[in-house]
T-cell receptor
Framework: DAGVIQSPRHEVTEMGQEVTLRCKPI?????LFWYRQTMMRGLELLIY????????DSGMPEDRFSAKMPNASFSTLKIQPSEPRDSAVYFC???????????FGQGTRLTVV | KQEVTQIPAALSVPEGENLVLNCSFT??????LQWFRQDPGKGLTSLLL???SQREQTSGRLNASLDKSSGRSTLYIAASQPGDSATYLC?????????WGAGTKLIIKP
């Protein structure tokens, strides 16, 4: 398996624009996570899906952030409108089931100018 | 509330030495503990997962131990190599969430 695949790897956008980050989890995994990593706050869980259903979105910072998982092989994280403080590395991770080993993608480095 | 601490924040050792990285947590009611490495500008690579019922796990030159009663885990790296230079993070499994330490930045000097 190719592992968790995220796209794009890098994204530079202007403040106010919409940004969509994409994730393909490992085939057969039923848990999917979106994390954000910054120097100041470290790794933060944004949202957790189980069997394509959002279970915990309490980490989503604001209504500007939304996430979807239309099927078991694809998830998106959307920021609209984007702001400079959203600049961070966004990671997607998946695991076979809850409380098993988590595998991370390479991340998307987002810069909002 | 679970808190995870990794000390030291940075460590520099000569190549070939054996070394131990530490991770402590405040609540012993954990599901598992996972060690990751992160190279600069890269993603997180899972190294070892220890379930709450286990005491240790080994993979190659790496050995991770878990002592829930004392709230501690260690990652032992044998015969360190320059390629081991990275940031090592431990994460405690709390239901579906991973609670993260801040990491130890390891530098292996050739």
């Amino acid at each position: 398996d190719a592992g968790v695949i995220q796209s794009p790897r890098h994204e530079v956008t202007e403040m106010g624009q919409e940004v969509t980050l994409r994730c393909k989890p490992i085939s057969g995994h039923n848990s999917l996570f979106w994390y954000r990593q910054t120097m100041m706050r470290g790794l933060e869980l944004l949202i957790y899906f189980n069997n394509n259903v959002p279970i915990d979105d309490s980490g989503m910072p604001e209504d500007r952030f939304s996430a979807k998982m239309p099927n078991a092989s694809f998830s998106t994280l959307k920021i609209q409108p984007s702001e400079p403080r959203d600049s961070a590395v966004y990671f997607c991770a998946s695991s076979a089931m809850m409380n098993t080993e988590a595998f991370f993608g390479q991340g998307t480095r987002l810069t909002v100018v | 509330k679970q808190e995870v601490t990794q000390i030291p924040a940075a460590l520099s050792v000569p190549e070939g030495e054996n070394l131990v990285l530490n991770c402590s947590f405040t609540d012993s009611a954990i599901y598992n503990l996972q060690w990751f490495r992160q190279d600069p500008g890269k993603g997180l690579t899972s190294l070892l997962l220890i379930q709450s019922s286990q005491r240790e796990q080994t993979s190659g030159r790496l050995n991770a131990s878990l002592d829930k009663s004392s709230g501690r885990s260690t990652l032992y790296i044998a015969a360190s190599q320059p390629g081991d230079s990275a940031t090592y993070l431990c994460a405690v499994g709390d239901n579906y969430q991973l609670i993260w330490g801040a990491g130890t930045k390891l530098i292996i000097k050739p």
